[in-house]
């Protein structure tokens, strides 16, 4: 089993950088695949990001490509996301999940969540 818990969001301004953090328990951490998400409220929930097991493959959403980036620390059992030039839209809720099977953008295909951090950005 993995526990997830992120951190780092908050309140920034629209052009404004923030980096998320999310970290793991358990020794399989660094077996798994993992994801960012987001979630605004009355939305569905959609991915972000993605980052293999090692590190050597990552995935963009096309609406966060060149201002965001994925990166993991296996022996500190935890991922990142730094975002860059955030826009108002952006805010919502940030996830990160375990990556199990199936598509890197699909939210079935993930398996243990965090319990999300908020980040809002305003105009």
């Known amino acids: 089993q993995v526990q997830l818990v992120e951190s780092g969001g908050g309140l920034v301004q629209a052009g404004d950088s923030l980096r998320l953090s999310c970290a793991a328990s358990g020794r399989t951490f660094r077996s798994y695949a993992m994801g960012w998400f987001r979630q605004a409220p009355g939305k569905e929930r959609e991915f972000v990001a993605a980052i293999s097991w090692n590190g050597g493959r990552t995935y963009y959403a096309d609406s966060v490509k060149g201002r965001f980036t994925i990166s993991r620390d296996n022996a500190k059992n935890t991922v990142y996301l730094s975002m860059n030039s955030l826009k108002p839209e952006e805010t919502g809720v940030y996830y990160c999940?375990?990556?199990?099977?199936?598509?890197?953008?699909?939210?079935?295909?993930?398996?243990?969540w965090g319990q999300g951090t908020q980040v809002t950005v305003s105009s």
């Open positions: 999940a375990t990556w199990l099977r199936g598509n890197y953008d699909d939210t079935e295909g993930y398996d243990y």
